[in-house]
């Protein structure tokens, strides 16, 4: 069991409400949240550049693990090039596309060798690549077995995007390639990295607000232009595994528990030309053993919101938001609670770093591939539940984190 100072590990400690608010709530809230008061520091310092939230020194490049990247399109670009940049333990040695001008262009702007770019049909000579240790496959959903099981067959560890495919088949076949081929596999699961909902989830666990009753949790965006994550085929279920997949993920991490009943309600507007193949906004109900109770949406068609909010018997808690790259942000009712203040860091460079720790210390990954498997069963019990309007029976567990590795350090 954690103790009050592993609680605030992470966190800024000189951050925290006055010591005079401090001590009226110490008070006066329940022995729980007294302990959680007691443990802060006044005083404020300025907030640091994002950076990795790993423990420890940033190792010299001659140690660090050389990371290949598969599909160099928008969340590439956008965050893992930038985020090597602040990794303390990972390096790009590798790039993969099917564009070899584009491949160059970014090989050159990020110091990658040009006989370490590869093409979809060349990609399993990268066996040879001594500078590379991990592939990390950030492609449509459904090309992500075709390369983790390329990728393990070439002796490489594989970190995969989410959602980890498009059937539980799929993600099953994925595991058994790594297993045989004695590599590591890791769902790139940010949110279970990031130090705020790291906070949120020992929150939870330790019941510092009490047993924790309801949560609600929402994902929407609009996807304005026609792209593969509204084909049916490339995506395998729309919003529900693009972003509805943080609602599901994100509670089972804050619990630790699994669902074991699911019902959903799914709408496409008629003759919308986006929602022909999948649905646009999606409603949710999860069951857990402990009673808890969970209601979810997910939407491509909805103004931006990405939150959640925990009920529990002494007070209710969330981020709002939840899930973006930057700008989250934490609440609790009642509103004097001394949340700490955590420090933003980089999402992509501290799931780099964890894996490179994975593979530097033969540890198991935090979020193996199991735990992508699982996310794939709840989502096709979303979609049976929508299609037969009945609620569906999920396998019960009731050990904690059943799919987990050992959290990151
Ligand atoms: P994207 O469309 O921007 O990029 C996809 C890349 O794959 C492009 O470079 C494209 O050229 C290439 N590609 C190869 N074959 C293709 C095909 N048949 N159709 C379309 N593109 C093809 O997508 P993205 O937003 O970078 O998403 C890639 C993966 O990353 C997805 O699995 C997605 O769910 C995941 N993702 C995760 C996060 C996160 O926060 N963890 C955010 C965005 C995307």
Not at 54 to 59: I, N, R, V, Y
Not at 62 to 75: C, E, N
Not at 129 to 135: E, G, L, R
Not at 312 to 336: C, I, N, R, T, V
Request: glycine share 6%.
């Amino acid at each position: 069991m954690e103790t009050t100072t592993t609680l605030f590990m992470g966190f800024d400690r000189r951050k925290f409400i006055s010591r005079t608010a401090r001590g009226i709530f110490a008070a006066t809230l329940a022995p729980e949240i007294a302990r959680f008061a007691a443990a802060a520091e006044p005083a404020g310092s300025p907030a640091p550049t994002p950076t990795s939230a790993a423990q420890g020194e940033p190792l010299p490049q001659d140690q660090r693990v050389g990371f290949a990247l598969v599909g160099l399109g928008r969340l590439t670009q956008g965050q893992l090039l930038p985020a090597f940049r602040v990794s303390k333990r990972a390096k790009l040695t590798g790039l993969v596309s099917g564009d070899p001008a584009k491949a160059q262009k970014l090989a050159q702007e990020n110091g990658v060798n040009a006989e370490s770019i590869y093409d979809y049909k060349n990609f399993d000579r990268i066996r040879d690549n001594q500078d590379v240790q991990v592939v990390y496959v950030v492609l449509p959903n459904s090309m992500h077995a075709e390369f983790t099981e390329r990728s393990a067959r070439a002796g490489k560890h594989v970190i995969c995007e989410k959602p980890m495919e498009v059937g539980s088949m799929k993600c099953q076949q994925m595991i058994d390639a790594c297993k045989k081929a004695r590599v590591k596999l890791m769902i790139a699961y940010r949110i279970q990295y990031e130090p705020m909902n790291r906070a949120m989830q020992r929150i939870v666990r330790q019941k510092v607000f009490g047993p924790v009753k309801y949560i609600e949790s929402d994902n929407g965006q609009r996807v304005e232009k026609m792209e593969w994550r509204l084909s049916k085929a490339l995506s395998g279920s729309g919003a529900v595994g693009d972003v509805g997949i943080y609602c599901i993920n994100t509670i089972r991490f804050l619990l630790g528990e699994e669902p074991m009943e699911v019902f959903a309600r799914t709408f496409r507007p008629p003759g919308d030309p986006r929602f022909k193949e999948v649905d646009a906004t999606i409603i949710w109900q999860m069951r857990f053993p402990s009673g808890v109770l969970a209601n979810c949406m997910c939407s491509f068609d909805t103004y931006d919101t990405k939150s959640y909010r925990a009920v529990a018997e002494h007070g209710s808690f969330g981020m709002d938001p939840s899930f973006p790259y930057h700008g989250l942000k934490m609440f609790a009712k009642p509103e004097q609670l001394p949340l700490p203040q955590v420090a933003e860091s980089d999402q992509f460079a501290n799931e780099l770093d964890h894996m490179a720790d994975c593979v530097i210390n033969s540890r198991h990954p935090y979020t193996p591939g199991e735990e992508g498997l699982q996310d794939q069963r709840i989502i096709e019990a979303i979609f049976e539940s929508a299609r037969t309007t009945r609620a569906v029976t999920l396998p019960r567990f009731d050990k904690l984190d059943p799919f987990r590795g050992p959290p990151p350090e």
